[in-house]
């Protein structure tokens, strides 16, 4: 059996990838009003949003236990596998990639290997793929790794929230960088620099907010061919009007493109209206 793949359920993995490639989920926790449920398995996006809609609300999110690690790598090499190659979300917004190395070190980390994609969404599930992609071409722990590793390297993340006021809650932003999207009704466009998540650009609108994505994904890009993944929360107009845009601006670069809402973890920190970008380029940017 080859290497497995592991990731968590902040990839929001689409459903034709997940048929296409054998990746096993970890899910994180999200806490909504003091009731606990599994990311992907017990809550979902509408019910973080529904949360998130209420005057009195806490909502709140929680990374996997290293046993649950455990138990999952147990699995994989009992049965059958070769090794596992574990590749998880920004170790700078939670404690999974510190989770998944200590239940590594229990486990048998000379055939476990974890990987920090400092991004979620499709910016760590791209990278998943590329994993999953390279164990089923016959690769070992190392060479799996390495697609892992270099398909980081090729991806870029962009994202608009209506407000910064749910980030700030969730301490993923400070409160000067709140302030910076409440005054003048500012619109803030969002980046993800070395993991962490950060102010890019500010808009008036959600109409140029889609337009600003769309610009800056071309300019990720470089002039490299792009597999793309858009991500909305609530928001499926918004998202179809930013696959269109991104469709008509790349043309024939543009291989395959996703599109899947984000899910609770995302949503308890973004709150309802994200529109995110992920652009995954095959070469190089040029």
């Known amino acids: 059996m080859p290497v497995a793949v592991v990731t968590d359920s902040t990839a929001y993995l689409p459903a034709e990838l997940e048929q296409a ?17 599994l990311e992907g398995v017990e809550t979902f996006p509408a019910d973080a949003t529904r949360a998130l809609g209420g005057r009195r609300v806490s909502v709140s999110t929680s990374r996997p236990a290293p046993e649950q690690f455990v138990r999952t790598y147990r699995r994989l090499l ?29 486990v048998d980390d000379e055939r ?11 910016g760590l599930g791209f990278p998943a793929v590329a994993a999953a992609t390279a164990a089923a071409h016959g690769g070992d722990l190392a060479e799996v790794r390495q697609a892992a590793v270099d398909a980081v390297a090729r991806t870029t993340i962009f994202f608009y929230v209506d407000t910064l006021e749910f980030l700030r809650r969730g301490g993923r932003i400070n409160a000067a960088e ?25 808009v008036r609108t959600a109409s140029r907010g889609v337009a600003k994505l769309v610009d800056l994904a071309v300019e990720a890009a470089g002039d490299a061919e792009v597999d793309m993944a858009v991500h909305h929360l609530a ?39 994200l529109a995110c970008v992920v652009v995954h380029r095959l070469t190089a940017a040029g």
């Open 78 to 106: 009992d049965g059958g596998a070769d090794a596992v190659l574990s590749v998880h979300l920004s170790a700078e917004l939670s404690g999974t990639v510190e989770a998944a190395r200590l239940a590594a070190a229990e």
């Open 112 to 122: 476990i290997a974890v990987v920090d994609s400092r991004y979620t969404g499709m």
């Open 178 to 202: 709140a302030l910076l999207g409440t005054a003048l009704s500012v619109k803030p466009i969002m980046y993800m620099p070395d993991g962490t998540i950060e102010v890019r650009d500010k």
């Open 235 to 273: 928001a499926p107009q918004r998202a179809e009007a930013l696959l269109d845009a991104l469709t008509v601006r790349f043309g024939d670069r543009l291989r395959h493109a996703y599109v899947s809402e984000a899910g609770a973890v995302v949503a308890a920190h973004a709150g309802p209206g």
């Open 21 to 37: 490639h054998p990746i096993t989920v970890v899910p994180l926790t999200v806490v909504l009003n003091g009731a606990e449920g």
